[in-house]
């Protein structure tokens, strides 16, 4: 089903991200990709590819959250992050079989030490585009308090929210509650979907 739907968005998709890519070219010039590692399925690492949103000469060891408002963001990143099209290029991913269509957010290696604690059983599991924590964490950026520091805010409240999420989902998901989750993939890129599980300014889950 992952290579099937990939296949299909990637014909769909196509003259889209041709534009993209023409448009990041034409506003800095090369990279157009983004490379990362992440965490992968049994915590095996992968390069997981997007658009570029940031400008080229970025800092590459920069914070690594996107937060609301991120200088970093050229104006067709601002574009690419909030319909979320800097994500097409995954589908090379679902390809290779690193990741899935429906599956957790696969984490970057600056947070390998959150898969701790219960939350590494999010590991059995191939990370993919869509999910529940991608959908209700649609406008995550957005969530970040400014008194307080993004890195550990993340470590302590919206990390273990989003992993809560995937263990309450995939353990039990079925075709039909993926094919669901990916209609709310959809409508959240309209801005139609539900609001996130907690509140920007909650206290860390479980103090």
Not at 122 to 129: A, D, F, N, Q
Request: positive net charge.
């Amino acid at each position: 089903m992952d290579l099937t739907i990939a296949t299909a968005a990637a014909i769909v998709f196509a003259p889209l991200m041709l534009v993209i890519a023409l448009a990041l070219l034409l506003e800095g010039g090369r990279p157009i990709f983004f490379a990362q590692t992440r965490v992968g399925a049994g915590g095996r690492p992968f390069r997981m590819y997007k658009f570029r949103k940031f400008a080229v000469r970025c800092d590459p060891g920069g914070l690594a959250l996107t937060m609301a408002g991120d200088s970093r963001m050229t104006t067709v990143g601002r574009f690419l992050a909030l319909t979320k099209f800097d994500e097409f290029p995954q589908l090379w991913n679902v390809f290779r079989g690193e990741m899935a269509i429906v599956g957790p957010r696969p984490e970057s290696l600056v947070f390998a030490d959150c898969f701790r604690g219960g939350f590494e059983a999010v590991l059995k599991y191939k990370p993919g585009l869509l999910g529940p924590a991608q959908v209700l964490f649609r406008h995550e950026a957005y969530f970040y308090p400014r008194s307080e520091d993004p890195l550990l805010f993340y470590r302590e409240v919206l990390f273990p929210a989003k992993a809560r999420l995937d263990l309450a989902y995939y353990p039990q998901r079925t075709v039909t509650s993926d094919i669901i989750w990916m209609a709310r993939g959809f409508l959240a890129v309209l801005g139609l979907a539900s609001s996130p599980p907690i509140s920007p300014v909650s206290p860390p889950i479980g103090m």
